[in-house]
T-cell receptor, first 112, second 114 residues
Framework: DQQVKQNSPSLSVQEGRISILNCDYT??????FLWYKKYPAEGPTFLIS?????DKNEDGRFTVFLNKSAKHLSLHIVPSQPGDSAVYFCAASMSGRRALTFGSGTRLQVQP | NAGVTQTPKFQVLKTGQSMTLQCAQDMNHNSMYWYRQDPGMGLRLIYYSASEGTTDKGEVPNGYNVSRLNKREFSLRLESAAPSQTSVYFCASSGMRVDNYGYTFGSGTRLTVV
């Protein structure tokens, strides 16, 4: 049973608009969440993270929101750029364990 | 460039053949990991090594073995390859805490078993 779920396999947005990528989790023991970005033929690279004690973290054009009661987090990209076209993975960790649990990924396509 | 290096980048095996995927990191990280990526399944943990001298099973360990050769190197071995092991394999490393920056990943090994 997947503990981290990304229910949208793909998303297409216009350049300059907002991209919103969603992630749900089932394990209430998760206390840290991360987003990774992956280009074809490359390994995933870290994008942004959030601790469970916060509900928002912002880094430039990227903002992650966490709703603990709903066990839901989202990544907002504003404004979206063609270079943001990639697969985005949501990941979660829990205290005392270094291994991350990943979602299945969402492919974002930003149209010029 | 500093980071995680995986070899080979591509490999085709026949069913029943064996091979070892190599991984080395130069960031002085304590922990190393092997994941596989399959369409619609995301990244699934095969094995990890929290520190030199220790290894633990992840979500999908069957058919694989690992060796933490030293702090830098963590290899993944397929003793008798099966078509179900066709996948892209990623090695990663992390410091004592995975928060803040999480893992650093290698560029992957694309393995096809025919």
């Amino acid at each position: 049973d997947q503990q981290v779920k990304q229910n949208s396999p793909s998303l297409s947005v216009q350049e300059g608009r907002i991209s919103i990528l969603n992630c749900d989790y089932t394990n209430s023991m998760f206390d840290y969440f991360l987003w990774y970005k992956k280009y074809p033929a490359e390994g995933p690279t870290f994008l942004i993270s959030i601790s469970s004690i916060k509900d928002k973290n912002e880094d430039g054009r990227f903002t992650v929101f966490l709703n603990k009661s709903a066990k839901h987090l989202s990544l907002h990209i504003v404004p979206s750029q063609p270079g943001d076209s990639a697969v985005y993975f949501c990941a979660a960790s829990m205290s005392g364990r270094r291994a991350l649990t990943f979602g299945s990924g969402t492919r974002l396509q930003v149209q010029p | 460039n500093a980071g995680v290096t995986q070899t080979p980048k591509f490999q085709v095996l026949k069913t029943g053949q064996s091979m070892t995927l190599q991984c080395a990191q130069d960031m002085n990280h304590n922990s190393m990991y092997w994941y596989r990526q399959d369409p619609g399944m995301g990244l699934r943990l095969i094995y990890y090594s929290a520190s030199e001298g220790t290894t633990d099973k992840g979500e999908v360990p069957n058919g694989y073995n690992v060796s933490r050769l030293n702090k830098r190197e963590f290899s993944l071995r397929l003793e008798s390859a099966a078509p179900s092991q066709t996948s892209v394999y990623f090695c990663a490393s992390s410091g004592m805490r995975v928060d803040n920056y999480g893992y650093t990943f290698g560029s992957g090994t694309r393995l096809t078993v025919v």
